[in-house]
């Protein structure tokens, strides 16, 4: 399988989208303004190429080991630069988003960790956490300080969910490791 193929060009238009959006999100200062809506833009179209890149690849047999490794380090790159910006602007809090990326890369460890045991395939429950995640991301993005005080409850709602499924999901894979090994080892 060549790995020049779209699905695999698509994740990496999305990881040279990060500095971008990253660089909308600073020059924005939380101001609310045209830096602002390229951010969420920016965002929302990357995290779209996610979504285009796997049914690509899976529908088309565009799958590689290099789209194995590179899509989960560009959704990474996304979600985590995201959720640290938006602590350093004081707009999420810095606890949500160290659970978030400590459940992220303590996962991402702990696959290569049992590889050798087998393949710990993403879950339904990992999907939906990168969804709800993907979704109160957004919300936060969106210039809400411009609405009022209520439209913040929204986004702190839906992010309060995605730290629940990200915990909890977290939990659920560090048992399939586990039952992954012990079965390895009979």
């Known amino acids: 399988m060549p790995v020049l193929n779209i699905a695999n060009v698509l994740t990496v238009v999305r990881i040279l989208m990060v500095p971008f959006f990253i660089w909308f999100l600073l020059l924005d200062d939380s101001r609310g303004g045209l830096f602002r809506w390229l951010a969420v833009l920016t965002f929302a179209v990357a995290i779209y190429t996610d979504k ?19 899509d989960p380090i560009a959704d990474k790159l ?5 959720l640290v910006l938006l602590s350093v602007l004081g707009e999420l809090w810095w606890w949500v988003t160290i659970v978030i990326l400590v459940r992220e890369l303590g996962i991402t460890v702990l696959r290569f960790a049992v590889i050798r045991y087998g393949v710990m395939p993403a879950s339904r ?16 993005l ?8 209520w439209a913040w409850w929204p986004a702190a709602l839906v992010m309060a969910a995605a730290v629940v499924i990200t915990v909890v999901t977290g939990v659920d894979y560090i048992v399939q490791a586990a039952r992954l090994r012990a079965a390895a080892r009979r």
Not at 53 to 69: C, E, N, Q, V
């Open 78 to 82: 996304l979600i985590g630069s995201a």
């Open 142 to 149: 969106l210039p809400l300080q411009n609405l009022g005080d």
């Open 125 to 140: 429950g990992g999907k939906l956490k990168t969804v709800v995640q993907t979704v109160a991301i957004l919300l936060f």
């Open 52 to 70: 285009l890149d796997g049914d690509l690849a899976r529908s088309r047999g565009l799958i590689t080991d290099f789209g194995k490794i590179a």
